[in-house]
């Protein structure tokens, strides 16, 4: 099992960066691929960025593609997320989610992670 605490949210002007992380418990951290997700008021929880177990492979949704850059250090046990060029509509809670695998595959799904951090703010003012 693994527990997640996301920090770095904050309160930014639009056109700002911030950089989240996701600091991961436990000694098994590189067998697990590792997500980001998001939820706004009023809207549903929905995917923002992907990497594999290795790193190596990502993957983004079309809203945040050339702006945010998703990363990991396994021996920190921690996975980032570099968001430039922030807009207002990317106000939203901020989750890590994380999924044990044999695979080298990322995982755009809610339903494709085991678990998730308590989640940090971040809020864009235009």
């Known amino acids: 099992q693994v527990q997640l605490v996301e920090s770095g949210g904050g309160l930014v002007q639009a056109g700002g960066s911030l950089r989240l992380s996701c600091a991961a418990s436990?000694?098994?951290?590189?067998?697990?691929?590792m997500g980001w997700f998001r939820q706004a008021p009023g809207k549903e929880r929905e995917f923002v960025a992907a990497?594999?177990?290795?790193?190596?492979?990502?993957a983004y949704a079309d809203s945040v593609k050339g702006r945010f850059t998703i990363s990991r250090d396994n021996a920190k046990n921690t996975v980032y997320l570099q968001m430039n060029s922030l807009k207002a509509e990317d106000t939203a809670v901020y989750y890590c989610?994380?999924?044990?695998?044999?695979?080298?595959?990322?995982?755009?799904?809610?339903?494709?992670?085991?678990?998730w951090g308590q989640g940090t703010q971040v809020t864009v003012s235009s």
């Open positions: 989610a994380a999924r044990q695998t044999i695979t080298n595959v990322t995982f755009r799904s809610n339903s494709g992670y085991e678990y």
């Open positions: 436990g000694r098994t951290f590189s067998s697990y691929a």
């Open positions: 990497l594999n177990k290795n790193g190596g492979s990502t």
